[in-house]
């Protein structure tokens, strides 16, 4: 059953009036970013006081202090929208897996404005985020664009638990035993059955899509119930269980290091002097001021061991905030906070090393809060945060506690600097996670039980990071330090498991800008690829797309000049005559190395010329020769008969029989395997093919790719005419490359009733006066086949506005 919103929250608007009323409100942001549903970045924003700020990250959620809100922050921002106007609400069971009738008001929102009636529904599934109307509305997210592609309706499913999709009142420790990854799958299922009979649609295709946690329930629902979709796009995606995932540590001090060593090396001695200074008191006085801690170390007593491990991850999480989430384009992310950001910091040399942790700290929390107050600095404010049981109106509190809930008793995530490189070391253990497990929600969650849930999250899903079915492309971000638990291998051909270069979390699921990686750009591509092979032709959008592109092509093709002439002589057994000087000169004064490359789409002309009689004669004694050349008698210009005035000029082909069987196809190239009869044929002006003496600019004229169509069509004509076949009985095969491979292209699209088909390789087929996107592809060919060195030195190089 779907009912409204209002109908549903009317008998308990007065009791959650005063519920509200009772909720204490820190200076917090909640940011989602590490392991959060990352589709789109969101933010929640709570209100402000002068207190201090926990900051804390519990496998994806950070608490920051600050000002952000939803999708304020996502460049490329849709003009507002009316949220009920997408809202909905679906009656979920509450527990799957007992007979019983409860139930809870499972919220989605939903948009099928560019929907076709074609039976394709594209499902946003969330994960410890909030739904929001944007994700089914804003055509600036790459989903969007291939939804009103597809002619798809859109739906976002927000998780149990989360945003407004609450089964009770509190979120107690006993509610949200009915919080686990295998309902959130049962939900999904029970979603997509419902609608599939309310649609009515026998052939319904769902594609489904998830970022982060939300990532790992699409890859999960695929293997479980690939009946119920037909593909699935997953981002970020966590697939393996880890009670102390050390590796998130490595995966942040990697980038840094990568991107730049010095500023790897800067990190490390900053933190050395952090450590420091916490061993005696003067140097705690020291960070108290530095880094402006809420609340300080006391001097009076030396501070608690988990208040030190609280300290460093407080620290630790500023500097795998700007990697995570380097260069993606969500709010501040995609240019103000990111490695090269943090960088800039730690290779100054004006500053001593703690200044460089203060001004850090600085910039990221102003960055992301839009104003700073200090570095939070209490591991009691944390659990208090976390305890409270109470749902909260904007929603961040509720989902913070819901995720770290499922982190205790479910998947670990928790990200130790057990094994770090960095100075860090061990100041955050795996226990600190687990003691504040056992500390916000009881003894019974401590190690024991930490191993055995993970166990158990490991029996269902598997240890394997290996992808077992059909029909998914799933991604993660070279630079995303969640990297190392996503899919890396998958069993079946229709299935993708592709590292993108140079992407952070999820970036590929952001709105496109210009300075996207390669490897970004690439993703986008896949996704986008994959999605229309897997809806394939028969949806009716498709459909109206090729009959648009099949008018197009007639229209512009049916304005052909009609050929005036098709009468042509062939000459065959031809002798050719000696190459000019010029021709067969090396390159010197009068035939410069380069001047033949430019503009040159082919390679041939780039090859070493070979004398004619090595390339084709059979030179074993007694041998028939197996090929032929001739010339064809063509018009100077075939769609003016005044233009030619008995001008005619001879075009070389070249013949081979040696495969040809009995009613055997002619190709123009290769011939064997088909038992073809095999034909090359010279391009006007080129070669032994001139119809002039001379170059003059008037006579090039008549040197066109129209003229060049009309040469290829008079000769099948001529060589059917030599075999008395008409067109219906010879079956001509057109090949060619690059400007040729254009040329086979165009003419099979001009004159489809002289071809059966045509094979094209490299061709340009779309006129273009600035083709800048050339270099574009050599420079990116350079730095990911020639490695960053090279780039770098062939930058350098080219380098014009440096002093020679």
């Keep these: ?33 590490l392991l959060s549903s990352c589709l789109f970045l969101t933010f929640v924003v709570p209100n402000v006081n002068s207190n201090g700020t926990p900051l804390f990250s519990i496998a994806g959620r950070l608490f920051l202090g600050g000002l952000l809100h939803n999708d304020d922050h996502v460049a490329f921002k849709a003009k507002p929208e009316d949220t009920s106007k997408y809202e909905k609400y679906f009656t979920q069971k509450l527990d799957h897996f007992k007979k019983n009738s409860a139930t809870f008001q499972q919220r989605f929102f939903v948009n099928a404005q560019y929907s076709t009636n074609n039976s394709i529904y594209f499902l946003l599934v969330e994960g410890d985020n909030v739904a929001s109307s944007s994700r089914v509305s804003n055509l600036d ?7 009103k592609d597809a002619g798809a309706t859109v739906y976002n499913l927000e998780h149990r638990f989360y945003g407004s999709s609450q089964p009770f009142k509190t979120m107690s420790a006993k509610n949200m035993t009915f919080l686990t990854s295998q309902q959130a799958l049962e939900d999904i299922s029970n979603f997509i059955r419902t609608q599939n009979q309310l649609s009515g649609d026998k052939n319904p295709k769902w594609i489904l899509f998830g970022g982060g946690y939300g990532g790992s329930l699409v890859v999960w629902h695929r293997q479980k119930y690939p009946g119920l979709s037909t593909g699935v796009i997953s981002s970020g995606a966590t697939v393996i269980a880890s009670g102390d995932y050390y590796a998130f540590q490595l995966n942040v001090e990697n980038s840094y290091k990568e991107a730049d060593k010095n500023c790897f090396n800067g990190i490390n001695n900053a933190i050395n002097r952090l450590k420091q200074l916490v061993q005696y008191e003067e140097g705690r006085d020291i960070l108290n001021k530095k880094l402006n801690l809420q609340p300080p170390f006391s001097s009076k007593s030396l501070p608690k061991y988990r208040d030190l491990q609280n300290f460093f991850h407080n620290i630790a999480v500023l500097l795998q905030i700007p990697v995570q989430n380097n260069k993606v384009n969500a709010g501040v992310f995609a240019t103000e906070v990111g490695i090269d950001n943090i960088c800039k910091i730690f290779n100054s040399t004006a500053i001593e090393n703690l200044d460089k942790v203060a001004q850090m700290a600085k910039f990221v929390i102003t960055q ?43 998947f670990g995530y928790f990200t130790s600097t057990d094994n770090s490189g960095l100075a860090f070391g061990s100041t955050i253990p795996n226990n600190f996670f687990i003691n504040l497990c056992v500390d916000v929600f009881g003894h019974h969650h401590g190690i024991m039980n930490v191993l055995k849930v993970v166990k158990n999250t490991q029996d269902s899903y598997g240890r394997e990071k290996k992808f077992n079915q059909t029909n998914a492309v799933i991604t993660r971000g070279s630079v995303d330090p969640w990297k190392s638990l996503g899919v890396e291998s998958v069993s079946d051909k229709t299935a993708i498991a592709y590292l993108v270069n140079g992407g952070a979390h999820c970036a590929e699921f952001q709105p496109p800008k210009s300075d996207d990686s390669y490897g970004v750009k690439m993703a986008r591509n896949l996704i986008k690829t994959r ?32 050929i005036v002439n098709w009468d042509a002589k062939i000459e065959w057994n031809i002798t050719l005559p000696e190459e000019s000087a010029l021709l067969s000169a090396p390159p010197g004064k009068d035939r410069p190395i380069l001047a033949d490359f430019i503009g040159q789409t082919s390679a041939n002309r780039h ?34 008969s005044s233009n030619n005035l008995a001008k ?41 093919s001139t119809p002039f003496t001379n170059l003059t600019v008037q006579n090039l004229t008549y040197l066109t790719s129209e003229q060049a169509l009309g040469d290829i069509a008079v000769f099948i004509k001529a060589i059917n005419k030599e075999h008395n076949k008409t067109e219906a009985e010879q079956k001509w095969i057109l090949f060619g ?19 059966t088909g045509a094979v094209a390789s490299s061709a340009p087929v779309q006129a273009k006066t600035d083709f800048f996107e050339y270099l574009f592809v050599v420079q990116n060919s350079t730095k990911n086949f020639g490695g960053k060195t090279c780039a770098k030195n062939v930058h350098e190089f080219f380098a014009w506005d440096k002093a020679a």
């Excluded at 997210?141 to 939804?147: E, G, L, N, V």
């Excluded at 490359?737 to 071809?755: D, H, T």
């Design 1 to 33: 059953m779907i009912k409204t919103k209002q109908q549903d929250q009317q008998a308990d608007s007065k009791t959650g009036q005063q519920d509200r009323l009772t909720v204490i409100m820190p200076v917090l942001l909640v940011l989602k970013l």
């Design 607 to 640: 090859l070493k010329r070979q004398k004619e009689e090595n390339a084709f004669a059979a030179k074993s004694a007694g041998v028939k020769p197996f090929y032929f050349l001739g010339y064809v008698l063509q018009d100077l210009d075939h769609f003016n």
């Design 368 to 410: 992301l809060n839009g104003t700073y107050t200090g570095v939070s600095n209490s591991y009691h404010d944390t659990v208090a945060y976390l305890k409270n049981e109470t749902f909260d109106v904007n929603q961040s509190r509720a989902a913070t506690r819901a995720w770290f809930w499922q982190n205790c008793n479910e």
């Design 531 to 562: 999605i229309t092979r897997w809806l394939s032709a028969r949806t009716k959008k498709t459909m109206e797309k090729v009959a648009e592109l099949k008018e197009r092509t007639q229209k512009n093709f049916s304005k052909r000049r009609e």
């Design 141 to 147: 997210y790459p989903h969007m664009i291939s939804a």
């Design 648 to 688: 005619k000029w001879r075009q070389l082909f070249v013949s081979n029989n040696a495969h040809k069987k009995k009613d055997g196809p002619i190709f123009l190239m290769w011939a064997r395997q088909f038992g073809a009869s095999v034909y090359a044929l010279e391009h006007r002006y080129y070669g032994y």
């Design 737 to 755: 490359g690059a400007y040729a491979g254009s040329l086979v292209a165009w003419f099979r699209l001009k004159y489809p009733e002289l071809s």
